[in-house]
């Protein structure tokens, strides 16, 4: 069994930055990837960026250049350091371990 817990999430006005920590715990194994997802109000679960066991990272367009996606293998942490973020970007943000295992989420609100 794995689990994962988010952290970080808050709010901040355009054009700042903040930085999402998922800690998991449990069975892992570097080879499986782990990534980050959101869900706006009303709309579905997206795609943000994953990184794999080579450390090869891989980003949604509408976070690329913005999004950077690391992975600490040792102490079994993956953090999504966000900047220049938008209204746009709020959402309920989610870490996920392979495809099965998902975090509760943690709300970040971009406002003025």
């Known amino acids: 069994q794995v689990q994962l817990v988010e952290s970080g999430g808050g709010l901040v006005q355009p054009g700042g930055s903040l930085r999402l920590s998922c800690a998991a715990s449990g069975t892992i194994f570097n080879f499986i990837p782990m990534g980050w997802y959101r869900q706006a109000p009303g709309k579905e679960r997206e795609f943000l960026a994953s990184v794999s066991s080579g450390g090869g990272t891989n980003y949604a367009g509408s976070v690329r250049g913005r999004f950077s996606i690391s992975r600490d293998y040792a102490k079994n942490t993956v953090s999504l350091q966000m900047n220049s973020l938008k209204p746009e970007d709020t959402a309920v943000y989610y870490c996920?371990?392979?495809?099965?295992?998902w975090g509760k989420g943690t709300l970040v609100t971009v406002s003025s």
């Open positions: 996920a371990y392979g495809r099965n295992y």
